[in-house]
Nanobody
């Protein structure tokens, strides 16, 4: 059974940093893509970033490009978030799917974590 567990969320002031972690278990394939998505109150879920396990390719939404960095270490994927803004406030979800192409099409992600709250406020 595939399980994803996010951690690292919290309250941070504008301009601050957080690092989210997504630990995976039960996923045996080396051909997978891990993505980060977020959903703010009253808004649709949006893709933030993804990384391909086999190619190492990464992708970022325009709203976070230059501020967020995705990385991987064994079965854990990280999202380093710098220069946080109030509009980054959301529940952040980790998700994974089989494949090699990194894309933020949430409907194609099969496994999801429970989410971790990120609040950016002074």
């Amino acid at each position: 059974q595939v399980q994803l567990a996010e951690s690292g969320g919290g309250l941070v002031q504008p301009g601050g940093s957080l690092r989210l972690s997504c630990a995976a278990s039960g996923f045996s394939s080396n051909y997978y893509v891990r993505g980060w998505f977020r959903q703010a109150p009253g808004k649709e879920r949006e893709g933030v970033s993804c990384i391909s396990r086999s190619t190492g390719n990464t992708y970022y939404a325009d709203s976070v490009k230059g501020r967020f960095t995705i990385s991987r270490d064994k079965n854990t994927v990280y999202l380093q978030m710098n220069g946080l803004k109030p509009e980054d406030t959301a529940v952040y979800y980790c998700a994974t799917r089989h494949g090699t192409s990194c894309a933020l099409d949430s409907m194609n992600y099969s496994y999801w974590g429970q989410g971790t709250q990120v609040t950016v406020s002074s």
